[in-house]
Structure formats: structure tokens, C-alpha cells
């Protein structure tokens, strides 16, 4: 990683949220899958968007849900890609078939 620039954090806050930042990994989704992005963490939840092939994703946190079978196995473990996001992570190649990231409050 590379910094073009850096400032000092004015509070506690502001460190630990520099540092969350920091530390947020992107993830493949499956190749060749069009992967539906979904307003919770589950299939009942509605779509509300769709990634393209070849996409990689964030997981800023994850989170048990509907049980999904997929490219990497079968799940029940969901990855908030954004503010009320979710994908399934059997769809998403995490190197685990576990949590990789902290688990959404």
C-alpha cells in the first residue's frame, strides 16, 4: 500500500476509523457470475443491485443469514459490501469457509 498523503487524527475516533480503513480487503467474486447484492443478509431480502463479472467486493463486516450453495461451497455466512449490502459469501472467494472479517453489530 501506498501514501500519497498522511494526517494526523484529531481524536481517538478518528485514529481507529483511519485505522478500520486501512484494513478493509477486497474479494473475487466468482468468475463469470453476475452477483446479486441484496438489502439484508438472506434471499428473501430485495435486490438492489447487480455486480458484473469479474467484480471484487469489501467485507466490511459479515453476518449469519439464509444458507446459500454456490461456486465456493454452501453457506450461511453473508458479507456487507456496503451500508446495507449483503452478498452471500459462497459466492465470493474469501480463502475461508469461515468469518474473515469481524462480525456486523
Not at 500500500?1 to 478518528?14: H, L, Y
Not at 461451497?73 to 456487507?80: A, E, H, L, Q
Request: glycine share 12%; net charge negative; hydrophobic share 35%.
Amino acid at each position: 500500500m501506498s501514501i500519497d498523503r498522511t494526517e494526523e487524527a484529531g481524536s481517538v475516533e478518528g485514529a481507529q476509523a483511519l485505522t478500520a480503513a486501512a484494513t478493509v480487503r477486497y474479494y473475487s467474486v466468482a468468475p463469470g457470475v453476475r452477483l446479486n447484492v441484496r438489502s439484508g443478509p438472506g434471499t428473501g431480502y430485495s435486490i438492489v443491485r447487480v455486480l458484473a463479472a469479474g467484480a471484487k467486493v469489501p467485507i466490511y463486516c459479515q453476518t449469519p443469514g439464509t444458507r446459500v450453495t454456490g461456486p465456493y461451497g454452501t453457506s450461511n455466512i453473508w458479507d456487507n459490501i456496503s451500508n446495507g449490502e449483503y452478498v452471500s459469501d459462497a459466492y465470493v472467494l474469501t480463502g475461508s469457509d469461515g468469518y474473515v472479517a469481524d462480525r456486523c453489530d
